[in-house]
């Protein structure tokens, strides 16, 4: 995953409620699975299975918060297990085929929960982080973004 990429999902999720950190964290396991694709076409075994553990290590996290009060929680987990093992054998066989199957599983859950993030009006899970207001400053030959904490005097240059 690339450093851009990495810093654009740690801002979302500093501001992410709990269906929105879902959600970040499948596009990050789609990210590093789509990662071990490309590897996988370039013939770079290495970054293939890397890619792959990456992914693995994402899904427990997905795997470790679940909630089993919740009788979809034990549906999840069932799927969560397949695709870890499928991702196993994905590792093992060096199969991009595998990996695709997997692909479109997680893409149809990460949809479902995306449906929810919609209707769900909770808090932001981190409370004490600075707030990311988007501001456009134009540099040479790009546009960056630049992040402000309101309230807080010492931040930025003095003249």
Partial sequence: MKNELTQAYVTRITQANRSELVVII?????????????????????VYKNELEQAQKFLLELMSGLDFAYEISKNLMSIYLFVNKTLLEAKSSYDSEVVERVIKILESLKQSFVEVGKSDNSQVLMQ????????????????????????????????
């Fill in 128 to 159: 004490n982080t600075q707030k990311v207001y988007a501001g456009l400053t134009y540099g040479k030959n790009s546009l960056n973004e630049m992040t402000i904490e309101p309230g807080e005097e010492s931040r930025g240059f003095f003249a």
């Fill in 26 to 46: 499948y596009e990050i396991i789609l990210t590093h699975l789509n990662d071990a694709q490309e590897a996988y076409h370039k013939e770079e075994q290495m």
